[in-house]
């Protein structure tokens, strides 16, 4: 996955697509979000659950711990090792789902720049994906280490061949069973290993060179260049 994604709906569009019937706190606002072409480190809409209230909160996309000042700060965090990993070690017990719009990748065809494409559900839907993180819990203030990190596994069929990560996503029954922090642990890693959504769930196609410009935003970026393509239906699980 490559590190940049949309998230232009409204929050409230977001929490209808969780169909979750729990008392929600706001703290993104009732507006449309509007962003276009968000890249790592910017504040996004992130949906976590306490108490039995689900929340809303701006949280930037991208997480260390305080112990590791000498480290880059991942985005992403792969969903082979994610469980077991000493770096995420404190934010592995803090479930989070990120709703997305589309995100993008690039791929190099032989031009001067990289192509990007833009993927997205078939349905239009809101993407799903799980995510880990350090965000405002309970009545806790905001925290300057605030962050989280999408996981990540290994894309499959012919999504391959636009990058050979993609973000782990659960339908909506599954993202409520994510969130919930009574699910244990175990149960949590066995989701994301064998229960993600498949690829064909989705599609991609070729979107204009602007969108490598993180300035750019606006809707002219997810307007597709040529016809999607898809993956073949999957075979039952």
């Given amino acids: 996955m490559c ?9 409230h569009e977001f929490v209808a697509a969780l169909s979750m019937p729990n008392a929600l706190i706001n703290n993104a606002g009732d507006q449309p979000l509007a962003l276009y072409n968000a890249a790592p480190s910017t504040q996004l ?25 000498d480290h880059a700060t991942p985005i992403n965090a792969r969903v082979e090792k994610v469980a077991h990993d000493p770096f995420f070690k404190s934010i592995w017990p803090h479930r989070a789902i990120i709703a997305i719009d589309n995100w993008f990748e690039w791929v190099y065809e032989g031009g001067p720049k990289k192509q990007p ?44 061949d636009i990058h050979d990560r993609r973000p782990v996503t659960f339908n909506p029954e599954l993202a409520r069973e994510w969130l919930d922090p009574y699910t244990p642990k175990e149960r949590a890693e066995q989701m994301l290993l064998q229960q993600g959504e498949p690829c064909d769930a989705f599609e991609w196609f070729k979107v204009d060179l602007a969108v490598g410009n993180v300035k750019n935003q606006g809707s002219e970026l997810i307007e597709p260049v040529e016809d999607p393509r898809t993956c073949p239906p999957s075979p039952p699980r």
């Fill in 45 to 69: 809409a992130l949906l976590h659950e306490e108490s039995g209230v689900l929340h809303v909160d701006r949280v930037r996309w991208g997480w260390r711990p305080r112990w590791a000042r």
């Fill in 117 to 160: 494409y833009l993927i997205r559900r078939k349905d239009r839907a809101p993407i799903l994906c799980a995510a880990i993180g350090q965000y405002p819990r309970y009545e806790n203030e905001p925290d300057e280490h605030d962050g989280f990190v999408i996981i990540t596994a290994d894309s499959e069929g012919g999504m391959v």
């Fill in 3 to 11: 590190g940049r994604l949309s998230q232009y709906r409204g929050v």
